[in-house]
């Protein structure tokens, strides 16, 4: 495939802010909530886990589960099964989540996908494929491998003006994160891999409004996490992908 102005660059940004540990994305509030000897039902309501949960500034934070084909579809709602969310972004209040069919999620690994309902083409959305131990050290490449059943991404890494390209590293995860400006506005992509699993997120803006979302488009993607587990959850993760 056909390399683009391609420019590595060192990361400038702060990610402290929204990559939160798993407990304090399932612990804020909750243990305190049941301490203070609240009645049973209080206790159940208190302990139900709201997805997408809200943010203080405008957005929501959504939970993905990295389902199968076999186990897609499905947004949001009250869970207290924490443990099966793998990764999380942040969607504006006003967007809607998009359904998943079975052929996206089995040809090209789409997992979640969120949408501006005034403009479609204004979207966040993330793919996760398993088999990956490790991120490639050809940067470009990982991007271009997830483009051969995205007929979409090829398009726009080959009608790209340019791609920047540069490592973030959270906590110790390596995340590697793209910037593609094009006919087609803007895509910015991250990826990484976690306990035998590639999760990327692209959230992309269309041209006419480039001006006034790009950042709002970042934002989205540099909010992009995985959630680390111990040990004994990510052995169990791996046998369950390898069955699947």
């Known amino acids: 495939m056909r390399r ?13 802010s929204v990559q939160p540990s798993r407990r304090q994305i399932f612990g804020s509030g909750l243990a305190a909530a049941i301490a203070v000897g609240l009645p049973s039902e209080a206790k159940a309501e208190a302990t139900v886990f709201k997805n997408p949960q809200e943010l203080d500034d405008g957005y929501l934070r959504f939970f993905g589960e990295a389902t199968t084909s076999s186990s897609y579809g499905g947004y949001g709602g009250n869970e207290n099964n924490f443990d099966k969310y793998k990764y999380y972004y942040d969607i504006p209040k006003d967007w809607t989540a998009d359904t998943v069919n079975k052929t996206e999620k089995s040809t090209n690994g789409t997992d979640s996908r969120w949408s501006n309902p005034k403009s479609r083409g204004e979207k966040v959305y993330c ?60 895509i910015y992509v991250s990826i990484t891999v976690y306990g035998g699993r590639l999760y990327a997120v692209f959230s992309a803006v269309p041209d006419t409004l480039v001006d006034n979302d790009k950042e709002q488009a970042k934002r989205l993607r540099n909010s992009f996490g995985v959630i680390p587990k111990d040990d004994e959850q990510t052995k169990y993760d791996l046998e369950f992908y390898k069955r699947s």
């Open 4 to 16: 683009v102005g391609v420019t590595t660059r060192a990361s400038t940004e702060d990610t402290s």
């Open 127 to 186: 793919t996760t494929l398993t088999g990956y131990n490790r991120l490639k050290e050809d940067r470009q490449d990982i991007l271009s491998d997830l483009a051969l059943s995205d007929y979409n991404l090829q398009d726009a890494i080959v009608g790209a003006d340019s791609i920047e390209v540069a490592d973030r590293d959270v906590n110790g995860q390596t995340y590697v994160d793209y910037d593609l400006y094009g006919f087609f506005g803007a």
